[in-house]
């Protein structure tokens, strides 16, 4: 059982974790910060405050952080469809990691967090457009390839500026943030792990429908038709 009474305990581990951070250690202060997360989101609703939710809220955040690098770091390169299943599979840890964050409803962390998932819909189009290229194309290959790109990449800069305009303060939380909080108000009263699962289940099914629905890039192999009856795989590059 842990330590009560909760709040007393919630500041204790925060304090481990800033003492970690002067003596350098990101990996054991990272590791304090879980453990801080996991003792708050565990312990029973009458001794949760908002103090213990606000320590809670602004860890999740910064434990997200390490999960964003990992994905931004995943470069698409050939072979193609190999690097965006892996992107795509870490975009996902990326928003859920961020809608943890934001489920907690402390609104510094909420902004914090609905800029982030803009920023990773944005860098993704902006990935899709950057990527290698294949060098076996034509020259009127490339340009439809080009082009096939850049109808792919425009739901994911739709979706960044839906979500909040990046580097505007003000659009930060607007379109995301609200979805979020349109899903946690049915479930706030509610078991802490229910209102968990409720809000990362909302930000897989933006991810699922803008991947499935709009880019089709993983499930489709990016594949194209030219009216001379060549095809270009991007599943081969």
Do not use: C, N
């Not at 312990?43 to 405050?49: D, K, L, N, T």
């Not at 930060?172 to 899903?183: E, I, T």
């Not at 429908?209 to 990016?222: N, P, S, T, V, W």
Request: net charge negative; aromatic share 4%.
């Amino acid at each position: 059982r842990f330590p009560q009474p909760l709040e007393p305990a919630i500041e204790a581990r925060q304090h481990i974790a800033d003492l970690h951070a002067v003596a350098g250690a990101p990996s054991a202060r990272l590791a304090a910060l879980g453990e801080l997360v996991q003792r708050e989101a565990a312990a029973p609703a009458a001794e949760r405050s908002e103090r213990t939710r606000y320590l809670a809220a602004k860890a999740s955040l910064e434990i997200a952080a390490p999960v964003l690098e990992d994905y931004r770091r995943i470069a698409l390169k050939a072979p193609l469809k190999k690097h965006l299943d892996s992107k795509k599979r870490q975009l996902e840890l990326a928003v859920a990691a961020y809608t943890r964050a934001a489920d907690y409803g402390v609104a510094e962390v909420t902004t914090a967090a609905t800029y982030q998932i803009a920023e990773i819909y944005r860098h993704f189009g902006q990935a899709l457009l950057e990527s290698e290229r294949p060098g076996s194309l034509t020259s009127e290959e490339a340009e439809q390839y080009v082009l096939l790109l850049e109808e792919q990449a425009f739901p994911f800069e739709e979706q960044a500026i839906g979500t909040g305009q990046p580097g505007t303060l003000a659009g930060q939380s607007r379109q995301a943030g609200d979805d979020l909080r349109h899903q946690r108000r049915g479930a706030i009263a509610g078991d802490p792990d229910d209102r968990h699962a409720a809000t990362v289940g909302a930000g897989k099914q933006v991810i699922d429908d803008r991947l499935a629905d709009r880019a089709r890039l993983a499930d489709r192999g990016l594949q194209m038709h030219q009216q001379a009856r060549t095809r270009i795989h991007l599943d081969d590059v």
